[in-house]
């Protein structure tokens, strides 16, 4: 059964930088055409994507967050990563893991979701 | 961007009745590819990451009570519960995935009345 998990601090100060890991277990983050994205959602709100990245490090970004985050992937670890820099309390949200199938040319939903991190930006 | 707008914002409905959630994208999500709308229909309850329900518009995302549908197409999309059961009381997401950024309706809540 494959599972995500999300690890990171809680807290983060302002203007500072965020930093989670997803690790997938029961599964390999190399099956192919398989991605593996973030997703946030601040509280009480919607949920906004991020990025997605294939484990060839083909990357998809949220042009909205484009300037500030870097996803990357370590197939050695099974694991993916999110950084999000100069961080404000407006980015304060539970941020999600999540697998989605396809390619530019036919997506698929996000089917697999880890159980997701809050993370409180504040001084 | 494609935007993603739903309605009604919230809903309650008597149990064992009928709940329908519309949802709206901006601009066509069908897939050229496979002629399938790039539609997924979400469900989140609280404390609880989304769970998937419908996918391609109108399919039904294995061990999803078949009394939950999903129709539509173009740019008009619709969820909808027959019969509803207590356990259905949630949060209700549209995303398209046609294209990135991928986007998501803002939610509708289902309540007993």
């Known amino acids: 059964q494959l599972q995500l998990q999300e690890s990171g601090p809680g807290l983060v100060k302002p203007s500072e930088t965020l930093s989670l890991t997803c690790t997938v277990s029961?599964?390999?983050?190399?099956?192919?055409?398989?991605?593996w994205g973030w997703i946030r959602q601040p509280p009480g709100k919607g949920l906004d994507w991020i990025a997605s990245?294939?484990?060839?490090?083909?990357?998809y970004y949220n042009p909205s967050l484009k300037s500030r985050v870097t996803i990357s992937v370590d197939p050695s670890k099974n694991q993916f990563s999110l950084k999000l820099t100069s961080v404000t309390a407006a980015d304060t949200a539970v941020y999600y893991c999540?697998?989605?199938?396809?390619?530019?040319?036919?997506?698929?939903?996000?089917?697999?979701w880890g159980q997701g991190t809050m993370v409180t930006v504040s001084p | 961007d494609i935007v993603m707008t739903q309605s009604p914002d919230s809903l309650a409905v008597s149990l064992g009745e009928r709940a329908t959630i519309n949802c709206k994208s901006s601009?066509?999500?069908?897939?050229?590819?496979?002629?399938?709308?790039?539609i997924a229909w979400y469900q989140q309850k609280p404390g609880q990451p989304p769970k998937v329900f419908i996918y391609?518009?109108?399919t039904r995302e294995s061990g999803v009570p078949d009394r939950f549908s999903g129709s539509g197409s173009g740019t008009d999309f619709t969820l909808t519960i027959s019969g509803l059961q207590a356990e259905d009381v949630a949060v209700y997401y549209c995303?398209?995935?046609?294209?990135?950024?991928?986007?998501f309706g803002p939610g509708t809540k289902v309540d007993i009345k």
């Open positions: 999540a697998r989605h199938f396809g390619d530019s040319s036919a997506w698929q939903r996000f089917d697999m």
């Open positions: 029961g599964g390999s983050i190399t099956n192919n055409n398989y991605y």
């Open positions: 990245i294939y484990y060839s490090g083909i990357i």
């Open positions: 601009q066509s999500v069908l897939n050229s590819s496979n002629n399938k709308n790039s």
């Open positions: 391609w518009a109108s």
């Open positions: 995303q398209q995935y046609q294209s990135t950024p991928f986007t």
